[in-house]
């Protein structure tokens, strides 16, 4: 799941494409940071609901972002320059990642504003439905962890992103009280373990 998330963010971080909608582009190319909240469902293969979350969101572009996760427990993600780390305080361990470790090579590209979107990844609009506009993401070449990512939004705003992971699960994130260029204080980026918190280097 932690993959998942950290790609989600990646995924704000694009540029746009030729032939995708001009408010939607519009987002890609006017926000430079955001704060928000968001909830999270998760379906198995069979369309069963095996967990469901929710907590806040924040990015800086380029290349800061943090996802807390509040319930149903709290875990952080928090991406700086090339690392990434993974908190869970209820383990009291915090996983220290290089970028392209923890997004994957797609990802990360993305994430660090480097690449041409159209080069990695097969864009379409798809059907108008549930109130959005919508268009998919489908990844060129294997290896990714994931099938596809669809977005959806309503004018220049994102509201839902879904993620089709390659054993069929489904991640779809509902994206809320969203502000958009707002300042957000550099040390919400900064991770600094805890007394008796145990490093990981994968």
Known sequence: MR???QLLLA??????????????AQFFQTVQSLRGQFTQV???RHGVVVSRGEGRVWLQRPGRFRWDYEKPYHEQIIGKGRVVWLYDPGLSQATRYNITRALGRTPALLLAGRGHLTRLF??????????????????????QG???????YLGPRIVRIVVRDGLGQTTAIHLHHVV??????????????????????P
């Open 146 to 152: 994931f099938r596809w990512i669809e977005i959806g």
């Open 122 to 143: 097969r864009v379409r609009a798809l059907p108008h439905h549930k109130g959005l506009h919508w268009i998919k993401l489908k990844p060129r070449g294997r290896g």
């Open 3 to 5: 993959r998942v998330f």
């Open 180 to 201: 958009r260029n707002i300042v957000v204080p550099a040390s919400l980026f900064e991770f600094r373990p805890p007394p008796h918190t145990a490093i990981v280097y």
């Open 11 to 24: 995924v704000l971080c694009f540029t746009p494409v030729a032939g995708m909608a001009a408010d939607l």
């Open 42 to 44: 998760v379906r198995d």
